[in-house]
């Protein structure tokens, strides 16, 4: 491995992002604790915002469930929810490649309209830029939102505490299976993305449990496993998840299988990871069940004291195994 | 020319890059005034702000005068100045080809880092995306910037009165011959870009003109002629500009003259084009004069009534000819 290019498995959300992340990307923002969290949190007057970005690069730009548009919406959008957010605004830049077809462009832009009135969001602001052929692939989209914080509670990566619950609100992996199964040209059957903005469920959430929502999460790349693992750091403490509890459609399963790949470690796009105080979690996870987006939330686990950072997981055998990060990419290019 | 296909001029700021806004961008906009100016009004309470977006593909990222990095920093900044606002808050999304230099990126960050120091704001939050080699080009940068409005004039894009003096704070095309001699290979010979973040100049503009500052226009992509030209439409009025006024460095006068281009369709990223009332045209001018990034200020033309959208300049000879936008793309790549 050279150490002195960018690999591929850089962008994986996994662990050699967060030691790119570590040396050369914390130092340039002004607020390192920005960057543990899907958002910046900014005081205006009275008001506290949410402020975040995304850049979308995903191969293909249509797959089964949603387009590059829609996903340039709810990835960031949910990256304002899971702050507790309101989201608002979005602004939207285009870098296309010469030769993409008019055709397809106005598909992904009607998609990424379509996919912002669905989640209350106004796109404000935008840019395109067209480089020659070769010099991209088709269209990246980097979308930039703006959310309201109209509660006093503090939910973060870190916020955690010992006896709350995690709770997932569905299936693992539908996202970056059906991404995969679209570009290979594998047999879809029923694969289906799960991108989805997740605000309105955060809502219910909030309504339901006030302070004794912690944290939110949105599990995408790296999947659950990174995810977890990502929280249980931020927190300082150990996180156990019952393999048992963990949802997986039997397409996702299936094409896992054939692959040889863990969709613990596959994104999701409309799925959201919680810590709820233990009182309070069944009432929870009651409220996320009635909402189309929780229809198959569960409790996954618990937060212990422990030893600090690490996620373990009891298998349906018995056995307790240690969960760690994606360790190189396994899947490029889902978002 | 295919009409089916995105084109390298759909990019350029010009006339195709006006039509691809109308036909398929402005229809996703939620404010469809908003693509007219160079940043968002949004409002939070009791606070106005400016929001914005623009993504940087410059090639080569690295030229004289700047990188990837501070023209990431300065464009998106001046976006929110040209509102008035004053700039705080950056997102920065990354996205690179694998295969990048790691020093490279190294380089582009700080450079990046040193230009936000330079111009006040705080980057806040980020996102990194890694692409296969020959998806990419070395490295796209998306910025988005949040800035407060902290007084109440309305300066935008449409604000020219009849009798307003049009200001232009420097030099023509200075960054775009910087990156073309860069790119070529050419001798640079002191060319240099004008990169450069202008809301300290605004700040100074606005104490002493007050109501009398009616518009404010960094002239990029599509030069100072594009700019004035979508100016003078949005505004409903005619612009006349005298040649004699417009100042241009002898390296960019040869480097235009050698490679045939005009100076008035060339970017710049330092320069500013303001609308002031004829009262206070002259003191708004001497207090530019004593700014660094203004000294070369000059008065080149007035606003009148007469066919709306239109711009003509009194050439040195004497004569008088219509100015039209950039048609094609003449300098791709160069933000």
Known sequence: MND????LGHG???ALSHRLLDDLILPVLSDRSAEQNDAALLTIGQSRLAFTTDGYVVDPPLFPGGTIGSLAVHGTVNDLAMMG?????????LIIEEGLERQLLADILADLRRAAD??????VTGDTKVVPRGKADRIFITTSGVGVIEHSLAIHGGGARPGDRIILSGTLGDHGMAVMAAREGLPLDGLRSDSAPLWSLVREMLAEAGEALHLLRDPTRGGVATTLKELARQSGLLFTIDEAALAVTPQVRGLCGILGLDPL???NEGKLLACVAPEAAEAVLARMKRHPLGERAAIIGTVDE????????RTVVG???????LAGEQLPRIC
């Open 12 to 14: 994986s959300g996994g």
């Open 319 to 325: 056995g307790m195994r240690m969960v760690e990060m």
């Open 306 to 313: 422990g030893e600090a950072g690490r996620v373990r997981m």
């Open 85 to 93: 957010a309101r989201p608002l605004w979005l602004s939207c830049a």
């Open 265 to 267: 470690y596959v994104a």
């Open 118 to 123: 669905g989640a209350g969001v106004r796109v």
């Open 4 to 7: 002195d290019l960018i690999l």
